[in-house]
């Protein structure tokens, strides 16, 4: 099987990019084959998949023109993705199938409003956001922490700590309380650099720890401004992560606003033969 692919990253959060504009080439993306690319050994590698579909094609009724079909490296479905959103929008541009610097993109969770900087980073109105309560999340090295529900489009446990390392190797999954999250959960520890600053790990629902995840950083930002009684609008938190920095923005309307890197490092046509 012959098609055509890219590789990109937003903070080290990496992808396989697949062209698929009217949803031809990939069928309903099989979840074993998503997983054989994401493989690091295995396959090419990658935290997860955008396919690059119209959203006409996928199904979807949207005024945004393409569609993210996002997929986790194990083959899983996820509402959303915002490091993956700004990659998106990266090819978008890159390959012209947009022409302006303001655009919407069609998500499992909704139209995300994307807008390019003259400095390159790329700002995605992820919208609006819920807040949960509390529950502990444990991992597997035994440091349990109690964590905040917070859902940026997909679930996730907010959890401080004086020092991101506590959480240890997070080669497995932390546990949490399936009755708070019965789809799962992706799962955050924090702790505090400064005013307005923090350091973060996470460990994906579907992907294991990645370098960064988009909606982690803003459920984080969210986490952190509730924690600190911050009500001020808009107010701004620089997110440090693995993989680089990211800046979370609570706007006037309530909305949660990530900005930060997208690059595409290859592209090319590949044989895929396993
Ligand atoms: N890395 C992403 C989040 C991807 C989805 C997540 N693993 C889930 O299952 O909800 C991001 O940048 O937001």
């Known amino acids: 099987m012959t098609f055509s692919w890219q590789k990109g990253h937003g903070t080290e959060n990496d992808f396989v990019l697949l062209p698929d504009h009217d949803g031809t080439v990939h069928g309903d993306l099989d979840p074993s084959f998503v997983a054989a690319l994401c493989h690091r050994r295995r396959g090419i590698g990658a935290d997860g998949v955008l396919r690059v579909i119209r959203s006409s094609a996928a199904g979807v009724t949207s005024e945004a023109e393409w569609f993210m079909d996002y997929r986790n490296a194990d083959g899983s479905i996820s509402e959303m993705c915002g490091n993956g959103v700004r990659v998106f929008a990266r090819h978008l541009l890159?390959?012209?199938?947009?022409?302006?610097?303001?655009?919407?993109?069609?998500?499992?969770?909704?139209?995300?409003?994307?807008?390019?900087?003259?400095?390159?980073?790329?700002?995605?109105?992820?919208?609006?956001?819920?807040?949960?309560?509390?529950?502990?999340?444990?991992?597997?090295?035994?440091?349990?922490v109690t964590a905040r529900e917070v859902h940026t489009g997909n679930p996730h446990a907010v959890a401080f700590v004086d020092d991101v390392e506590q959480a240890g190797t997070l080669l497995t999954e932390p546990r949490f309380d399936r009755e708070v999250y019965p789809e799962g959960v992706n799962i955050e520890f924090v702790a505090r650099r400064g005013p307005?600053?923090?350091?973060?790990?996470?460990?994906?629902?579907?992907?294991?720890?990645?370098?960064?995840?988009?909606?982690?950083?803003?459920?984080?930002?969210?986490?952190?401004?509730?924690?600190?009684?911050?009500?001020?609008?808009?107010?701004?938190?620089?997110?440090?992560?693995?993989?680089?920095?990211?800046?979370?923005?609570?706007?006037?309307?309530?909305?949660?606003?990530?900005?930060?890197?997208?690059?595409?490092?290859?592209?090319?046509?590949?044989?895929?033969?396993a």
């Not at 012209?96 to 998500?107: I, P």
Request: charged letters at 25%.
């Open 196 to 273: 307005g600053h923090v350091r973060m790990r996470v460990h994906e629902r579907g992907s294991g720890e990645t370098r960064s995840c988009g909606t982690g950083a803003c459920a984080v930002g969210i986490a952190t401004a509730l924690a600190d009684g911050d009500t001020a609008r808009p107010t701004e938190y620089r997110i440090d992560v693995p993989g680089g920095t990211v800046h979370v923005t609570l706007d006037e309307n309530d909305h949660v606003v990530l900005t930060g890197p997208a690059e595409i490092v290859a592209r090319g046509e590949m044989e895929w033969m």
């Open 94 to 144: 890159d390959e012209k199938l947009v022409d302006t610097d303001r655009f919407a993109v069609a998500t499992r969770d909704g139209d995300k409003l994307v807008s390019v900087g003259a400095d390159g980073q790329i700002a995605v109105d992820m919208g609006a956001f819920s807040i949960g309560g509390y529950s502990e999340v444990r991992t597997s090295e035994g440091l349990a």
